[in-house]
């Protein structure tokens, strides 16, 4: 029911700044929490960042807390991950996932629907 693709991955060097957009599809996109996930190599899926069904409620790993910022558009069917101060330890394929329930989860099993990827990668 619901398509996400995301976009914005690319190379930067540490201290540098990156946006990630993902895209959903259907006309319900309001009712969905939205969450950000990574997975570097030889690690496991890690939540980063959620967003519930207006931009009051957030929630952080501890990992990226001050530096990452998850925002959405519901008007353009679009949440970001804007990434300041990047490390190379951020390193990974980043995920946006979509949950129908108010609730931000920061496991992966309550997600119903997942992008495809982009990839980071922050130069040491």
């Known amino acids: 029911q619901v398509q996400l693709v995301e976009s914005g991955g690319g190379l930067v060097q540490t201290g540098g700044s990156l946006r990630l957009s993902c895209a959903a599809s259907g006309r319900t996109f309001s009712s969905y929490t939205m969450g950000w996930f990574r997975q570097a190599p030889g690690k496991e899926r890690e939540f980063v960042a959620g967003?519930?069904?207006?931009?009051?409620?957030?929630y952080y790993a501890n990992s990226v807390k001050g530096r990452f910022t998850i925002s959405r558009d519901n008007a353009k069917n679009t949440v970001y991950l804007q990434m300041n101060s990047l490390k190379p330890e951020d390193t990974a394929i980043y995920y946006c996932?979509?949950?129908?329930?108010?609730?931000?989860?920061?496991?992966?099993?309550?997600?119903?629907?997942w992008g495809q990827g982009t990839q980071v990668t922050v130069s040491s």
């Open positions: 967003i519930g069904w207006s931009n009051s409620i957030t």
């Open positions: 996932a979509a949950d129908r329930t108010n609730v931000v989860a920061t496991t992966a099993a309550p997600y119903d629907y």
